[in-house]
């Protein structure tokens, strides 16, 4: 679609310059089924959502409201961030455009670069808020004597 949209968190939907509209379910819905598709991704995605694919389908509808903290996204949510942010695994790097060439090729280009730029924003949240050990525990005990 060529032309530019506006969220409406409201209804749920991508409302369009021309009136058409995206429901934000319905691509969430279309997107689990392209994932289970692939190969790799809807092997890797059947082990981190533990099978629950309406779980999946709740957390990307989670993302594509464009959250502003990563707070409120639930945990498989954060697990789409991370895996979308291609830092975590090597054979995951391919997943981010992945899933973003198939949500501009339902809603556009505008919106496909802000959910970019949100996972992004997401991504660094995440990675700041994890715990990072300073201290091994045997050093920690070794210390304490």
């Known amino acids: 679609m060529e032309h530019s949209s506006i969220i409406a968190v409201r209804t749920g939907g991508l409302l369009h310059e021309d009136g058409s509209a995206t429901l934000l379910h319905a691509l969430a819905e279309w997107l689990v089924s392209e994932i289970k598709g692939h190969g790799h991704y809807g092997n890797v995605m059947h082990h981190v959502a533990a099978g629950?694919?309406?779980?999946?389908?709740?957390?990307?509808?989670?993302?594509?409201?464009?959250?502003?903290?990563?707070?409120?996204?639930?945990?498989?949510?954060?697990?789409?961030?991370?895996?979308?942010?291609?830092?975590?695994?090597?054979?995951?790097?391919?997943?981010?455009?992945?899933?973003?060439?198939?949500?501009?090729?339902?809603?556009?280009?505008?919106?496909?670069?802000?959910?970019?730029?949100?996972?992004?924003?997401?991504?660094?949240?995440?990675?700041?808020a994890e715990f990072v050990f300073t201290k091994s525990a045997a050093r920690i005990l070794h210390e304490a004597r």
Do not use: K
């Not at 339902?106 to 670069?113: A, F």
């Open 52 to 128: 629950n694919w309406m779980a999946v389908s709740r957390a990307l509808q989670e993302l594509f409201l464009l959250p502003q903290d990563h707070n409120a996204l639930s945990l498989l949510a954060r697990n789409l961030v991370t895996m979308a942010h291609g830092s975590v695994a090597t054979n995951l790097h391919g997943f981010r455009p992945w899933l973003l060439d198939r949500v501009e090729r339902e809603t556009t280009d505008l919106y496909r670069r802000s959910l970019e730029r949100r996972l992004d924003l997401l991504a660094e949240q995440i990675r700041a």
